[in-house]
């Protein structure tokens, strides 16, 4: 009996002892959070001064959610070059354009160094014929300085109702000054994906851009493809000039090709998580090349890598 008392004693006292290192430790967690969580919130109280201030003292009445806006966009853009914030409006117009039927010039953009840049002129649109090409600079629309013009401004400028004319200047290597282009707006569908026989036995595919159904064209390429002329051997991939698009078209697109190992991988900084993507089943049995030319962006980077891997 008196055994059992001690033995429980000593039972009691270690489970204690445990219980309160474990309490310790927590408070010394919970400090550490309630430090980093005091330290974030003193510099969030600096931008709601900041923001207080513009508010009552600027020269004329501003409109908060363009500086919310900005300011996100501001953080984003302070991490790396390529990580950028959506505003509704502008995420309206990507889905617009990957869905491949909007109005305008056929353009796609980006911004160097504050000045508008042609990425490239999207094929068979009212820009391509008249003539416009990548790494050209857009530093006039309809007569307005384009300098520090935001993408979305840029874009609603040359978007515009079919048969209305519209007036850019082109800055370009080799020209001695600005040179105008005028353009007439049409109602711009995509064909993401064209295809034709060569010959010599080998097919030729051009990916135009990345669409919410460029896998499934291209399927549909690939199989006419094959209906056409079984003694296909071969095939080249295009993707000069193709501006980019949704991920998860070019990971289809990748798989169409590949027959084994890891597409993309991702592992997160918090420990235990990751995510990837495995290739399947190669479905097609051409020997695969891809040609890339200027004017191409990071998902066509990728896109290269997975097929050469």
């Known amino acids: 009996m008196l055994f059992k008392t001690k033995k429980n004693k000593k039972l009691v006292l270690i489970i204690s002892m445990v219980l309160i290192l474990g309490f310790v430790m927590s408070l010394g967690w919970m400090r550490r959070v309630s430090a980093v969580n005091k330290e974030t919130y003193e510099k969030l109280k600096m931008f709601t001064d900041v923001l ?6 600027y020269v004329e009445e501003v409109d908060t959610e363009k500086l919310l806006h900005g300011a ?5 853009e302070a991490l790396d070059p390529h990580s950028s914030f959506m505003p509704p409006d502008v995420f309206k117009e990507m889905k617009l354009e990957t869905r491949g039927v909007f109005g305008g010039l056929g353009i796609e953009i980006t911004k160097q160094e504050g000045t508008l840049m042609v990425i490239s002129p999207i094929e068979d649109t009212p820009a ?11 530093v006039k629309i309809n007569g307005k300085p384009t300098k520090d013009m935001g993408l979305m401004d840029a874009v609603k400028l040359m978007r515009g109702p079919a048969g209305t ?6 800055l370009r290597k080799g020209l001695s000054g600005p040179k105008d282009f005028t353009i007439t707006r049409a109602v711009i569908k995509i064909e993401s994906v064209k295809y034709k026989v060569l ?10 851009s990345f669409q919410d159904k460029t896998s499934d064209e291209l399927k549909d390429a690939l ?12 095939l080249i991939l295009d993707l000069r000039n193709n501006p980019g698009g949704p991920f998860d078209q070019a990971l289809k697109v990748s798989d169409e090709f590949l027959d084994s190992g890891i597409i993309t991988y991702t592992e997160e900084r918090a420990k235990g998580s990751s995510c990837g993507s495995i290739a399947g089943p190669r479905k097609s049995s051409y020997f695969r090349g891809s040609n890339l030319w200027k004017g191409n962006r990071s998902v066509n980077i990728f896109f290269r890598g997975w097929l050469r891997s």
Do not use: C, F
């Open 223 to 234: 199989n006419k493809l094959e209906t056409e002329k079984n003694s296909i051997k071969g």
């Open 72 to 76: 996100i966009n501001g953080m984003l």
């Open 199 to 208: 010959e010599k036995g080998y097919g030729y595919i051009r990916i135009k």
């Open 128 to 138: 391509y014929r008249a003539g416009i090409k990548a790494g050209d600079y857009i």
């Open 52 to 57: 207080s201030i513009v508010q009552k003292n």
């Open 165 to 170: 004319q519209i007036t850019i200047s082109i």
